[in-house]
C-alpha cells in the first residue's frame, strides 16, 4: 500500500456522462497530481495542485476539471466523457511542489480505470 | 525543453541474465532523473532517483543506474532478472517538481 488512495477502482460508463475520481494523498503530502494512461498516449500529466491550488496544467481537456480541498483530497472531474477517454487514471503526490521546488519523488495511487461503452 | 527517450520499447531476458534498459534524456539544466517501475494492474512505484549526487544510483530489488552526462543517459542495470520483475519500466527527467516528463515505458519480459 503506498498511501495513496484511489476511488473507485473501477468505473464503466457511457458517453456523454460525467464522473468524479476522488484520491487521498499521503498523509503529509501537499501535492497531488493527476495522470492519464492510455495504450496509445501512453503517461499523460494532466494536473498539479499543491496546497489547494492549482500548480501546474497538462494535457487536460477542457471537458476536465479538478480541485484539491482543504482535507488535501482531490477529485477529478470527466464530462460529457467520449469512448476515447476511457484509460487509468492515476494520481500521486508528493511532500512538496510549490513554487521554486526542486524534483520530488511522486507516490502513485493505484489508478481508477475508467472505460466508457 | 527537457525530454526523454526510452529506446526500447520491450526488452525480452531469461531468468539470471543482466537487464538493460536504456534511456536518453535531454535537458537545459541540471535535471533530477528517477526510474518508476509498474507491475500489471499496480501503480507506478519507485525505484531509483538521481538528483546530482552520485553517479551511480542504486534502487531497490537490486537495480542500479548510472548517470551519463556526456552521454546524456541514465540507463537502468540488473545483474541477474528474476520472474518478478516482468513489468513495465518507466524513465522520468524532471527539472522542477511541477514538469516532470515520462518515457513512453520499456516492457520488460523474463522468461522461464
Known amino acids: 500500500d503506498s498511501g495513496v488512495t484511489q476511488t473507485p477502482k473501477h468505473l464503466i460508463t457511457a458517453t456523454g456522462q460525467r464522473v468524479t475520481l476522488r484520491c487521498s494523498p499521503r498523509?503529509?503530502?501537499?501535492?497531488v497530481y493527476w495522470y492519464q494512461q492510455s495504450l496509445d498516449q501512453g503517461l499523460q500529466f494532466l494536473i498539479q495542485?499543491?496546497?489547494?491550488?492549482?500548480?501546474a496544467k497538462g494535457n487536460i481537456l477542457e471537458r476536465f476539471s479538478a480541485q484539491q480541498f482543504p482535507d488535501l483530497h482531490s477529485e477529478l472531474n470527466l464530462s460529457s466523457l467520449e469512448l476515447g477517454d476511457s484509460a487509468l487514471y492515476f494520481c500521486?503526490?508528493?511532500?512538496?511542489?510549490?513554487?521554486?521546488?526542486?524534483?520530488?519523488?511522486?507516490?502513485f495511487g493505484a489508478g481508477s480505470r475508467l472505460t466508457v461503452l | 525543453a527537457q525530454s526523454v527517450t526510452q529506446l526500447d520499447s520491450h526488452v525480452s531476458v531469461s531468468e539470471g541474465t543482466p537487464v538493460l534498459l536504456r534511456c536518453n534524456y535531454s535537458?537545459?539544466?541540471?535535471?533530477?532523473l528517477f526510474w518508476y517501475v509498474q507491475h500489471p494492474n499496480k501503480g507506478l512505484q519507485l525505484l531509483l532517483k538521481?538528483?546530482?549526487?552520485?553517479?551511480l544510483v542504486k534502487g531497490i530489488n537490486g537495480f542500479e543506474a548510472e548517470f551519463k552526462k556526456s552521454e546524456t543517459s541514465f540507463h537502468l542495470t540488473k545483474p541477474s532478472a528474476h520472474m518478478s520483475d516482468a513489468a513495465e519500466y518507466f524513465c522520468?527527467?524532471?527539472?522542477?517538481?511541477?514538469?516532470?516528463?515520462f518515457g513512453a515505458g520499456t516492457r520488460l519480459t523474463v522468461k522461464p
Open positions: 500521486a503526490s508528493s511532500a512538496t511542489g510549490g513554487a521554486g521546488s526542486g524534483a520530488n519523488v511522486l507516490t
Open positions: 498523509s503529509g503530502d501537499l501535492s
Open positions: 495542485y499543491y496546497n489547494g491550488e492549482e500548480r
Open positions: 535537458s537545459s539544466y541540471s535535471p533530477s
Open positions: 538521481y538528483t546530482s549526487a552520485a553517479t
Open positions: 522520468v527527467v524532471s527539472e522542477t517538481s511541477n514538469d516532470m516528463r
